[in-house]
């Protein structure tokens, strides 16, 4: 078998964000940049399997991580990137550290709802938990024009089996890694919430 486990889409996301969730729960140190963009660049494949509905969410989502991934060179804490910026006056400026962070903490809570509702649905269609994920997470930031090409992408979404076969997995283990990483990012992402928060900087722009 020319995949072992541990190289599968699914296993490697479930156990980056499991690292990062114990980070998070240790309540002791700063989350640091690297090990958060190399968690999320594993994420990245998961947009490219769920095919054009998902293409514009896929391209901004792995330009801003690797953003995050070029920051970590000369920063080391999400915390610090946030202050930097306050610093700097750039927070919402596009194309700003801050700004991109959000971006991609959107991108994480998708998937999240994503898999929510994959394990709560029968069938094997995607296009309602796809639906269902767009709606809570990414819609209410989106223009009537993107909103439109997406609800017209979801006749394209591949099928579970499909889905499935494209991350080499069978329904049981995806299940398992898809609650993995459901329990794993709740942390994470409101521990990002929390550094936007804290500084009066809001989450819904």
Known sequence: ??????????????????????????????????????????VSPLFGCLGIAFKFAEMDYVAKVDDLAEASKSIVTLNAILDRDIEGNCVRKAGSHTRNLLRVKRGLDMVRVLFEQILATEGDSLRDPASKAYAQVFAPHHGWAIRKAVAAGMYALPTRAQL????NEDEASARIQMQSYIAASSPVILYI??????RELGIDW
């Open 1 to 42: 078998m020319a995949n072992v486990d541990s190289d599968k889409t699914l296993r490697k996301i479930a156990d980056a964000f499991k690292e990062l969730a114990a980070t998070v729960n240790s309540q002791t140190v700063d989350m640091e940049v690297a090990p958060f963009s190399r968690a999320c660049s594993f």
């Open 164 to 167: 499935m076969k494209k991350l």
């Open 193 to 198: 919430n929390k550094l936007f928060l804290s």
